[in-house]
């Protein structure tokens, strides 16, 4: 078995891996860059088969439903088969209804340690604990050789137990380990601790607490974990969670019923309609969408009589509406997203809106990636015989925290 990395040695984000044995080939996600602008056409990585048929490409597997891992999937050709958990693969298709997402048909679809055999190659996917929902590692063997793939990884969220559980009852045997590091970065040096989302739980409490008003809480429709975490500190302050419809669409599209979402089991959850989300149904034509939604919608003046008993996931295209109401008065808003976003056009736009509004805000988030300590735990764990880094950019400081590291370039064959 040989394996090159077509991008993600020197770089987080646009991951691509392709796998060989006996003439036939596997790629392990096809990610879009995140330098490349919204829009901007990015090419397939160099891999026969994904642009033109060939049938040496046996397959394609999506690790989870971050776009650094699936963005450019949809230019691959038609007849790949194309792998990826159940659970993501319905998230991006809600995801492609609303903004940019993905509509295939999966060949199959993975399952935690659970094997299949594509072409020569056995695969075994461990579900693991990212901010993504539905994320997995792969072990991939052929040859009676074995590769392990990390993926994106964690050991601090609300999945935690699986990492524990990768980390206890390990693949063995591992010829090479392609290893995640955003992380491994020079601030992080030494084993830091990263907060973890129990931690943030409790800080969002604690902001929620001190608010007269209502609680705008700024994070990612698709983080399921950080969802979890904003109803539970909503709960224990005596809030209620107003989540708008995209979410409430994604929630549903996990299948998992423990995750709050706008229904019957869930009292203290409502769904509001920001002006977008409307136009979007309305030239859907959707609108069962909105009339399953119908008894636990709430409006401006709803949230403005009760904003000292509410917390929204908010965005500042809402954010002129929501003042107009009066729902505002008395706001704090919760930054729950990676701190360099606050630096980009949207974040900027909703610090001034902020700003002009007199809202203070806070920053409660972590990583949705392991600690450089987890990283060593794992690493350990699994005892390869060669370890290569992977979505990072501190490729150059593995050899010092990891042992048996062998840096591998873009486009270079390696044999496992
Ligand atoms: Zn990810």
Redesign the pocket.
């Known amino acids: 078995m040989r394996v090159r990395i077509h991008r993600g040695a020197h770089e987080i984000g646009g991951s691509c891996v392709e796998v060989e044995s006996s003439g036939k080939r596997l790629v392990l996600d096809v990610g879009r860059p995140l330098t490349a602008e919204r829009g901007e056409y990015v090419p397939l990585p160099d891999v026969a088969g994904l642009a033109e048929p060939d049938p040496s490409l046996v397959g394609v597997i999506i690790?989870?439903?971050?776009q650094?891992?699936w963005g450019l999937a949809e230019q691959i050709t038609t007849g790949v088969p194309v792998f990826m958990g159940e659970a993501t693969s319905r998230i991006l298709a809600e995801a492609a209804f609303w903004t940019t997402g993905l509509k295939v048909e999966p060949t199959a679809f993975l399952r935690h340690r659970g094997s299949f055999e594509i072409g020569p190659f056995r695969v075994t996917p461990y579900l693991n604990d990212?901010?993504?929902y539905d994320?997995y590692s792969l072990l991939i063997e052929a040859g009676s050789r074995r590769l392990f793939y990390s993926?994106?990884i964690r050991g601090h969220g609300r999945k935690a137990s699986l990492f524990d559980q990768l980390v206890q009852d390990p693949p063995v045997d591992v010829d090479a380990l392609l290893m995640e590091g955003t992380n491994v970065r020079p601030e992080n040096d030494g084993p830091r601790h990263l907060d973890t989302e129990v931690d943030v739980e409790a800080a969002m409490a604690e902001t929620m607490h001190g608010t007269s008003g209502m609680v705008l809480a700024i994070s990612s429709g698709q983080n399921i974990d950080r969802l979890v975490t904003i109803y539970r500190a909503a709960k224990r302050s005596g809030r209620h969670l107003v989540m708008d419809l995209y979410t409430a669409a994604i929630v549903s599209a996990t299948g998992n019923p423990n995750i709050p979402r706008p229904g019957p089991e869930w009292p203290l959850v409502h769904v509001y309609l920001p002006l977008w989300q409307r136009m979007r149904v309305k030239d859907a034509e959707a609108f069962s969408r909105t009339a399953d939604v119908r008894p636990y919608r709430v409006y401006e003046e709803w949230l403005a009589e009760h904003r000292s008993e509410v917390v929204l996931l908010f965005s500042s295209q809402s954010g002129p509406t929501l003042a107009k109401a009066g729902c505002l008065d008395g706001a704090s808003a919760i930054w729950s997203l990676w701190h360099g976003y606050l630096a980009e056009h949207s974040g900027q736009r909703l610090l001034r809106f902020l700003g002009d509004n007199g809202i203070p805000i806070t920053e409660l988030h972590t990583s949705?990636?392991a600690s450089v300590a987890d990283l060593q735990r794992l690493a350990k764990a699994i005892g390869p015989r060669r370890l290569v880094p992977i979505h990072t950019f501190g490729a150059t400081r593995y050899r010092a925290l990891f042992d048996n590291v062998c840096e591998e370039e873009d486009g270079a064959w390696w044999d496992v």
């Open positions: 690790s989870h439903s971050h650094d891992h990212h901010s993504a994320a993926g994106d949705g990636h």
